[in-house]
């Protein structure tokens, strides 16, 4: 990236996540240098999985309260998204997405199959997420999930047909990004038949 230089870094706010402005000078198609401002958003990065169950045909979802939705738009702060978590400090994505099926959704999976890697929003935040997909089945439910009652999250386990979530992306009631990429993969690799 040679059309990149005098990178310099502030740091905006830096209390649950940290939001940093960086200037630096960019050069264009044209070989003019420019000075360029953005602001960077870093939560870390984050891993999510599509949980389905092939002689069921179901899919388990989750639905949660989305501050961040809310403030764009008022009626539809309740999310129905697939089971993620941010990646903490040392863990790898699957170890994230294992430990995210066990605390939100109470499925206690063994392995999972990593699918894509996705940037969420280039032009804000740092955050790369890992996408995965793995089969659960009832044998291997451990708890009714819920999420941390520690970090204030309070999640809704929803067990739902394949169908069913297919016709909820088409009516906008699912209108979480990676859950619509992974619904999709799960059609394209007809892992559900
Ligand atoms: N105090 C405080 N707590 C926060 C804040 N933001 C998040 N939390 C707490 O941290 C928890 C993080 O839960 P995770 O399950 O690890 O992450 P997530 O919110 O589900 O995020 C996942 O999905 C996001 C949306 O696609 C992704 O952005 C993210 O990387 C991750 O994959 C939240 O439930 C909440 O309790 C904040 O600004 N302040
Ligand atoms: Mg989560």
Request: proline share 2%; glycine share 6%; net charge negative.
């Given at each position: 990236?040679?059309?990149?230089?005098?990178?310099?870094?502030?740091?905006?706010?830096?209390?649950?996540?940290?939001?940093?402005?960086?200037?630096?000078?960019?050069?264009?198609?044209?070989?003019?240098?420019?000075?360029?401002?953005?602001?960077?958003?870093?939560?870390g990065?984050?891993?999510?999985?599509?949980?389905y169950?092939?002689?069921?045909?179901?899919?388990?979802?989750t639905?949660?309260?989305?501050?961040?939705?809310?403030?764009n738009?008022?009626?539809?702060?309740?999310?129905?998204e697939?089971?993620?978590?941010?990646?903490?400090?040392?863990?790898?994505?699957?170890?994230?997405?294992?430990?995210?099926?066990?605390?939100?959704?109470?499925?206690?999976?063994?392995?999972?199959?990593?699918?894509?890697?996705?940037?969420t929003?280039?032009?804000?935040?740092?955050?790369?997420?890992?996408?995965?997909?793995?089969?659960?089945?009832?044998?291997?439910?451990?708890?009714e999930?819920?999420?941390?009652?520690?970090?204030?999250?309070?999640?809704?386990?929803?067990?739902?047909?394949?169908?069913?979530?297919?016709?909820?992306?088409?009516?906008?009631?699912?209108?979480?990004?990676k859950?619509?990429?992974?619904?999709?993969?799960?059609?394209?690799?007809?892992?559900?038949?």
């Amino acid at each position: 990236m040679n059309k990149i230089k005098n990178i310099t870094k502030t740091i905006l706010s830096e209390e649950w996540a940290t939001l940093t402005r960086i200037d630096y000078d960019f050069q264009f198609e044209d070989g003019a240098w420019k000075s360029v401002s953005r602001e960077c958003y870093n939560r870390g990065n984050g891993a999510a999985i599509l949980l389905y169950n092939v002689e069921k045909g179901t899919i388990i979802l989750t639905k949660q309260f989305r501050m961040p939705i809310y403030e764009n738009t008022e009626d539809e702060g309740m999310s129905i998204e697939v089971c993620a978590g941010s990646i903490e400090h040392n863990d790898d994505p699957l170890e994230t997405v294992i430990r995210e099926t066990e605390e939100e959704v109470g499925y206690k999976i063994k392995d999972a199959k990593q699918v894509y890697k996705a940037y969420t929003s280039p032009g804000a935040l740092t955050e790369k997420m890992f996408l995965y997909v793995a089969e659960y089945s009832e044998a291997t439910k451990i708890s009714e999930g819920g999420g941390l009652e520690s970090e204030n999250e309070e999640i809704e386990v929803l067990e739902l047909p394949f169908a069913k979530v297919v016709a909820m992306i088409a009516s906008e009631e699912i209108r979480d990004a990676k859950t619509i990429m992974l619904v999709q993969y799960a059609q394209i690799h007809k892992l559900l038949g």
